[in-house]
């Protein structure tokens, strides 16, 4: 079964840290664009942080202003967002999604959210 699979969400107090992952299972991510996206209650889903598996290259949203990394494990067939000082509005469900067939960009990905496959989404919820 081909499929993402989201793990590491859960309850953080504000300037907390995450660090989420996503594994593939039943397909290479090798050649993919991979993104973590996010989606708040009432707001539409979002694109947070990109990368070309292949090459390494990387896209943040602005919002991101350096608190998160997105990075890769060839090995293990995942991506990580390491997430730093968190706050408030950054409560959301958290999704990553791969691209696999065709060729984009981290920074399109991010702005169109678009995936061949999605992961079922894990929470993440930042509050004192």
């Known amino acids: 079964q081909m499929q993402l699979v989201e793990s590491g969400g859960g309850l953080v107090r504000p300037g907390g840290s995450l660090r989420l992952s996503c594994a593939a299972s039943?397909?290479?991510?090798?050649?993919?664009?991979v993104g973590w996206f996010r989606q708040a209650p009432g707001k539409e889903r979002e694109g947070v942080a990109c990368?070309?598996?292949?090459?390494?290259?990387?896209f943040f949203e602005d919002f991101v202003m350096g608190r998160f990394t997105i990075s890769k494990d060839n090995a293990k067939n995942a991506v990580y967002l390491e997430m730093n000082r968190l706050q408030p509005d950054d409560t959301a469900v958290y999704y990553c999604a791969a691209i696999t067939q065709r060729i984009t960009t981290p920074q399109a990905m991010c702005r169109s959210p678009y995936g061949d496959y999605w992961g079922q989404g894990t929470q993440v919820t930042v509050s004192s």
């Open positions: 039943g397909f290479t991510l090798d050649s993919s664009t």
């Open positions: 990368i070309n598996y292949n090459d390494g290259r990387r």
